[in-house]
């Protein structure tokens, strides 16, 4: 699985099912000190080594504000991932996981997410500490950490609905 692309003992494949378009773009593209899965942190830290993150044009205007947050939720497309496992076996003991039950690279629509601390924008580039891709690996989107976020449009009534009417 992960490590080379190779199958282990009792890990299941399937033949997927033929691509949707869902029209996603690559905003941008990731630099990391990795290049090789085998190096690679298996999950990012903050005290982790700075990493880059070049937005390409037209987006760069969409990072108007960005610096105001300490943390960034980044989504990433783990390029060089298998996507047809079901079951893995993460240790290679023959114990199996189901894909959804892990946040292995392996998976149908190979997203990565992490959640980095942002030290400094330098105009269409951010350097940020905690990631966990290959060097190379295309950007999704970022977003504000959710936590530190505050939604500036007004409430709306499903804001104030709660699970308590039975629902
Ligand atoms: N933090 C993300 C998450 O939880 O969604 C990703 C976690 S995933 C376990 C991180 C691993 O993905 C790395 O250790 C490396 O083995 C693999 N990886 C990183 N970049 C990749 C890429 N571009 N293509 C395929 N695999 C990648």
New binding site residues.
């Given amino acids: 699985m ?2 080379e692309n190779e199958i282990r003992e009792n890990e299941v494949s399937i033949t997927p099912p033929e691509a949707n378009d869902a029209g996603l773009t690559f905003i941008g593209r ?1 630099s ?1 000190p ?1 290049v090789s ?2 190096g ?5 830290r903050h005290d982790g080594p700075i990493c880059q993150i070049e937005i390409f044009a037209p987006w760069v205007e969409a990072l108007k504000g960005v610096e105001r947050f300490e943390r960034l939720e980044i989504l ?6 298998r996507r047809d496992l079901v079951l893995q076996s993460p240790a290679n003991n023959g114990e199996t996981h189901g894909t959804f039950a ?5 998976r149908p629509n ?5 959640i980095v601390q942002l030290e400094a924008v330098e105009g269409n580039v951010l350097l940020v500490r905690g ?4 060097d ?3 950007l999704i989107d970022l977003k504000p950490d959710r936590t530190l976020f505050k939604p500036i449009a007004p409430p709306q009534p499903g804001d104030f609905e709660t699970g308590d009417n039975g629902t």
Avoid at 131 to 134: A, E, F, P, V, Y
């Fill in positions: 992960v490590r990731i990391t990795w899965r085998l690679c942190p298996r999950q990012g990433y497309w783990l390029d060089r991932s892990l946040r292995s690279p392996v190979p997203i990565g997410t992490s990631l966990d891709c290959l190379g690996t295309p």
